[in-house]
């Protein structure tokens, strides 16, 4: 018998003085069995980082048809697709044909990221932005996550103060161009 994934909720405070996106929201979160929670909690990262009317969780882990946050218009376009970790070369130049705007948020190096895409062909890349975090942010926020989650992100300045139950750990969001 297949194991299930496992349901999380977060209530979540956003306050990104960068974008002028406030909001109070909860989100109930799948974490499929072969997911981290480095990885989980990066696609909430990034779902707060982008929030925007018709934000989505997009499908599952092993998903080649959607990426793991989308952004869809009233019309039902895609116009952002938000991919987390490590997408390959491919899903990037299929990210860029689908959608206006193609972003990654990774909690890994980003530069081990973005050393497989050298030479590869991707649609737009100079427009794909990679996002990352400080070295050992995620790691340190992983351990805290529970099954019920309060979550409060505040961004200033790409400076991401994150209060995750009650503690509080604070990163700057790295931007970086596929060259």
């Known amino acids: 018998m297949a194991i299930g994934s496992t349901m999380y909720t977060f209530d ?11 909001d ?13 929670d480095a990885y989980m909690l990066t696609r909430i990262l990034a779902y707060g980082l982008e929030f ?18 989308l952004i869809h218009d009233l ?3 895609v116009t952002a697709w938000i991919e987390v ?9 299929l990210a860029t044909r689908r959608a206006e705007r193609t972003v990654v948020y990774t909690h890994r190096d980003p530069a081990k990221v973005m050393a497989p895409w050298a030479d590869k062909r991707i649609h737009r890349a100079e427009d794909v932005r990679v996002y990352s975090f400080d070295p050992g942010f995620i790691e340190s926020a992983a351990p805290l996550i529970e099954r019920r989650n309060t979550l409060t992100l505040t961004v200033t300045e790409r400076v991401l103060y994150l209060d995750l139950n009650s503690t509080t750990l604070t990163t700057t969001v790295h931007e970086h161009e596929i060259v």
């Open 85 to 93: 970790g490590a997408p390959d070369a491919e899903r990037l130049h």
């Open 24 to 36: 109070d929201y909860s989100l109930r979160v799948a974490r499929h069995p072969s997911e981290t």
């Open 52 to 69: 925007a009317e018709g934000i989505a969780f997009g499908g599952s882990v092993s998903s080649t048809d959607e990426p793991a946050v």
């Open 12 to 22: 979540v405070q956003l306050a990104d003085t960068d974008r002028g996106a406030y």
């Open 75 to 77: 019309t039902g376009l």
